[in-house]
Structure formats: structure tokens, C-alpha cells
């Protein structure tokens, strides 16, 4: 299985523990573009899982689109955050 699910408790990253989201953050960031193995408990039972890591820049769009007299631009995730933009 490929596919986190709610509720899913992390017990292992890569074989270790992972006790934080920092540690959790670096071992996503050195895996982008491949996939990462987790043992995960879900409802009781333990399942060995290989977690596909996606590019968060890719998924980003770079584009804007005409309507009217408007012009949407479409901005990165970040920089809407920064400006507190829905």
C-alpha cells in the first residue's frame, strides 16, 4: 500500500523512529521525486508502507488567466501565506 490515511500513527520513517516534524521534514525533502517507507499503525494493526514524495514546487502554478478586465495570477502557496491571502 501507497496511501496515508487519516488517523494513521507513525511509528517508523525509513526504519527509525521519528520523533518530530522536523526530523520528518528532512527525510521528505531528501526523498522528492521518490517514494519513502513508513510503518504506520492503522487501526490497531501495523502496516509497512512505501509513501510516494511529491515536488510541493511542481504542484505550484504558474500561470494566470484572463476574464473580462480581471487578470488572475496565480501565486505560490507560500507567498499567498506571507500575504495572508485565502
Known amino acids: 500500500q501507497t496511501v496515508l ?3 494513521d500513527i507513525l511509528l517508523r520513517l ?3 523512529v521519528c520523533p518530530g516534524f522536523v526530523e520528518l521534514e ?3 525533502d531528501s526523498k522528492v521525486g521518490t517514494s519513502v517507507a513508513m510503518k504506520v499503525c492503522r487501526g490497531g494493526t501495523d502496516l509497512d508502507l512505501q509513501v ?3 515536488d510541493l514546487h511542481a504542484l ?3 500561470s494566470f488567466v484572463e476574464l473580462g478586465l480581471d487578470t488572475l495570477h496565480a501565486i505560490g502557496y507560500h507567498a499567498a ?3 495572508h491571502l485565502p
Do not use: D, M
Open 5 to 7: 490515511k487519516t488517523g
Open 26 to 28: 528532512q527525510v521528505l
Open 14 to 16: 525509513e526504519g527509525f
Open 52 to 54: 510516494p514524495v511529491a
Open 60 to 62: 505550484i502554478p504558474r
Open 81 to 83: 501565506r506571507r500575504a
